[in-house]
């Protein structure tokens, strides 16, 4: 097991350095750069001061020298300074953007997990009732709805029809003057729907595959044993059926890590969340390079992780899996 | 169960009971699709920090509500005879947000800025055209040219910057006045910026046109536009630039016009169908005309802009001093299009409906920009117009970046649709002189007249506007008869503002050109329909 997880770990760094590569040369394939963005069509600019912007960003050096500068700065945990014309540094500026995608996201994912479940559970052991039925068509609905479409929706008829909920944003205009439990009220009223938005795409995932690990667990010796010693249902289920099929779903669980810095592109700028996925999506149409290979690098290492402590918490939960090893 | 639902009651009750929270009367809040990416508008160039910079900071010179230059930080100033001088008088009394005394010597540093090689500003190419700025006194700057250089006059409305507070910086674009603490002269005073959400700025009581009519104002980004729009109807927004549809379609109800007033009028911008001229399919200006006439203007500006928008005939904009109405027009006729490609050889021989010449069927593809809805609208019309007098046009969209870096700069293209944005100062030398057709300059349809390039040339060289407005009448002749481009039309703005705010007044320059006399209507608070 330490072995495993040993060499998991060692091999992390060799992954994340061949994703830099890749990103960085990706990123450069593409047309046009920070400077030509900025200047292109504006009469104003000429060939010589866009010559000088290039040098000032370091672009006029051969690209493998921009990689290796890229990568000395980064080991020494520098990402380097963005390339919009604050000029401030990419990692303050993914730091502050941080809390905001990680609160949405973990709070979305808390909302699909409780509600998931029990209605996985539910849905097996009442296989076929009108329950399964009528929860497998919902949680679909959720899955092929897009969800800007759902969120303009709710937003109409939430925040222009009834005027219950703010539109957008994360915190009222007004919020620096509210007492404490105004600001935690208006966090709430801002966080409701894309909260509710986040999750009801995602339940189709969990529920479903909750559902058929428990269709799988019921069908097995020991719970047939527990129903035969008495057992009352509730227990049967609840108790022992329940924490074996939660394995697998530690997968899906671990495989959701880098979605919680992810950040949705579409969600985050229908709802004006100032997040890492609008942060991402700003710096790719601008051509930010060190944000972007920043925010790659971050995701790539997220995602390494996420698999690692899916694999490990799965070795840890189920030993066959520790004596395949 | 029973005790789940009482919590659920609870919660609802919680959050809805703070519905009734109102928003204060007395913020503009205005939207943006971007945020803000730096405060000094030197070294940024985004539509939106440009914005936000000029509540903060002011120039020597700007454009009135008639698009004529006047005085700002400047009282006035001189040219001299020989056009090589211009001679600033500074306003007195200036101060910057912190107290400090503006003078000349701010002027002096922030030329030194913009010619310095640290800087990393893209607009120093017209303060590179200065032999030398000098300051004999205070309040008096004195900038000198090699020739006389028209357009140089409207560069002196770029910001000027505080010297006592930026003269210990290297590079300003690294300076907290850039990146979090911008102190100008301006009618606004900065109070915070949060990455990503809002910009937020209070009427500066010392500004020296006088305290402006509303006390604060703030820019909310919000990226998505049909967000911005729900905002706005709920309340969340006291003004934001509707698009034609929402225009035309979705404001025309006695609701929103109980809370919005809405204006509208000619867009600073225009759109063009190019031509690359080296291709041989264009080279004959009867070709072009003849598919200016076989276009239906009409149809595009109803079918596009809803009607919310007029025909160009030139790249100026109608109403202002250098329009030239009298050029030469070109009425949708299908017909008279037909005869006009038959005289330039081009007939249907084969019978499929498609012209040809010397064996080659008039097809071309035209490119245009993905993401940009009504230039596709445009021309998928231009597309079903020219098929009507036997063109076959196709139509390809691209990428932005691909599409100028891989096509327009390397001219690999028959024919694009494209927009430009219309300056005030009419000097065009870099659109269409004959020396500007190299790569990645902008005369991409490679447009070439002697002519041309004389009148740009005496153009940009006098501060006289009768001489000027003699030069670019003749230019917009040329151009009309010539047409490198067939101006296609200029869309109108149509910027909705919350009843609320008074003394709005739109004219040729727009509505925010006098956004520090707008004022807040008595009584404002108590109503209720603004608030939500």
Request: proline share 5%.
């Given at each position: 097991m330490f072995r495993y997880i040993l060499r998991r770990l060692l091999l992390m760094p060799v992954m994340v350095l061949g994703i830099s590569i890749i990103s960085f040369g990706v990123m450069h394939l593409a047309p046009g750069g920070p400077v030509s ?38 080991a020494r945990f520098d990402f380097g300074d963005s390339f919009a014309p604050d000029g401030r540094k990419v990692w303050h500026k993914i730091r502050e953007r941080i809390p905001v995608t990680l609160s949405i996201n973990l709070l979305s994912e808390g ?215 | ?111 030194r800025k913009m010619i310095d090689p640290k800087t990393p500003t893209a607009y120093g190419e017209d303060f590179k055209q200065v032999k030398s700025v000098e300051t004999p006194d205070p309040h008096t700057v004195v900038v000198s040219y090699d020739k ?385």
């Open positions: 963005l900025a200047s292109d069509l504006n009469p104003k600019v000429t060939a010589e001061a866009r010559a000088r912007l290039n040098a000032y960003y370091g672009l006029d050096k051969p690209l493998h020298v921009q990689y290796l500068n890229w990568l000395s700065r980064v909302l699909i997990f409780l509600v998931a479940v029990p209605l996985g559970v539910y849905a097996a052991v009442r296989r076929g009732s009108l329950f399964d039925k009528a929860s497998t068509v919902t949680v679909f609905v959720g899955f092929a709805m897009p969800s800007f479409w759902l969120a303009l929706l709710l937003m109409i008829l939430f925040g222009v029809k009834l005027g219950w909920l703010p539109i957008s944003g994360l915190v009222s205009l007004e919020y620096d003057s509210l007492d404490l439990a105004g600001k935690i009220v208006d966090r709430v009223r801002h966080l409701v729907l894309p909260v509710f938005v986040g999750a009801f795409g995602g339940l189709a995932g969990y529920s479903r595959f909750m559902r058929s690990t428990m269709l799988e667990t019921i069908r097995q010796d020991y719970i047939a044993t527990a129903r035969a010693k008495g057992l009352r249902e509730r227990a049967v289920v609840w108790r022992h059926a329940l924490r074996n099929a939660l394995l697998p779903v530690i997968t899906l669980l671990g495989l959701s890590v880098p979605g919680l810095l992810g950040g949705s592109v579409i969600m985050e700028s229908i709802f004006a969340i100032p997040g890492l996925g609008q942060l991402f999506f700003q710096s790719v149409m601008s051509r930010d390079y060190p944000l972007i290979l920043a925010e790659l690098v971050l995701g790539a290492f997220l995602t390494l992780l996420g698999n690692l402590l899916a694999d490990v918490g799965y070795a840890v939960a189920d030993p066959r899996i520790r004596a395949g090893n | 169960m029973s005790r789940s639902l009482l919590i659920a009651v609870f919660v609802a009750g919680f959050l809805v009971s703070s519905c009734g929270s109102k928003s204060d009367p007395y913020t503009y809040r205005e939207g943006s699709i971007a945020d803000v990416s730096g405060f000094l508008s030197a070294v940024t160039s985004d539509f939106a920090s440009h914005e936000a910079a000029g509540y903060v900071f002011n120039g020597l010179v700007r454009y009135d509500k008639n698009l004529k230059l006047e005085g700002e930080l400047a009282d006035s100033w001189d040219v001299s005879p020989d056009g090589l001088k211009i001679t600033f008088h500074l306003r007195k009394g200036v101060k910057w947000h912190d107290g400090a005394p503006f003078t000349a010597a701010d002027v002096l540093f922030t030329y006389p250089f028209a357009p140089a006059l409207a560069s002196w409305g770029m910001h000027i910057l505080p010297k006592h507070l930026l003269e210990k910086y290297d590079d300003i674009a690294k300076s907290p006045l850039n990146r979090s603490h911008p102190v100008g002269t301006g009618p606004y005073r900065f109070v915070e910026w949060k990455s990503g959400a809002k910009v937020a700025f209070e009427a500066n009581p010392d500004y020296f046109e006088g305290k402006p009519g509303i006390p604060k104002v703030v820019v909310r980004v919000i990226p998505d536009q049909a967000t911005q729009f729900l905002e706005l109807k709920s309340g969340g927004l006291d003004s934001m630039t509707l698009t034609p549809l929402q225009y035309a379609r979705q404001t025309e109800t006695p609701e929103f016009r109980k809370k919005f007033n809405r204006y509208r009028y000619p867009s600073m911008g225009y759109s063009y169908l190019g031509f690359n001229l080296s291709s041989p399919l264009f080279s004959d200006r009867r070709v072009r005309q003849a598919i200016a006439t076989a276009i239906d203007r009409k149809q595009i500006i109803q079918g596009v802009l809803f009607g919310l928008g007029q025909e160009a005939t030139g790249p100026y904009l109608p109403g202002t001093w250098v329009y030239n109405p009298n050029v030469k027009r070109y009425p949708y006729d299908p017909s008279v299009a037909k005869a006009m490609l038959a005289e330039a050889g081009w007939k249907d021989v084969d019978g499929d409906g498609v012209l040809e010449k010397d064996g080659k069927k008039f097809t071309f593809t035209v490119l245009t920009n993905a993401g940009n809805e009504s230039r596709s609208k445009v021309a998928a019309i231009i597309q079903q117009n020219l098929a009507a007098v036997g063109i076959k046009m196709e139509i390809r969209t691209l990428e932005w970046a691909a599409f100028l870096n891989d096509f327009v700069d390397k001219r690999k293209f028959d024919a694009l649709i494209l927009g430009w944005s219309i300056t005030p100062d009419p000097d065009q030398f870099d659109i269409w002189s004959s020396t500007k057709t190299g790569p990645k300059e902008l005369n991409h349809v490679g447009f070439r007249n002697a002519e041309v390039d004389r009148l740009l040339e005496a153009g940009r060289r006098t501060f006289d506007q009768a001489a000027r407005k003699k030069a670019y009448d003749r230019i917009q002749e040329i151009l009309a008869e010539e047409l490198p481009y067939v101006f296609l039309y200029v869309p109108d703005a149509l910027p909705a503002v919350a009843v609320r705010f008074k003394g709005i007044e739109p004219a040729p320059a727009g509505i925010s050109y006098n956004f520090i006399k707008w004022r807040i209507e008595e009584g404002a608070e108590g109503k209720s329909a603004l608030t939500h």
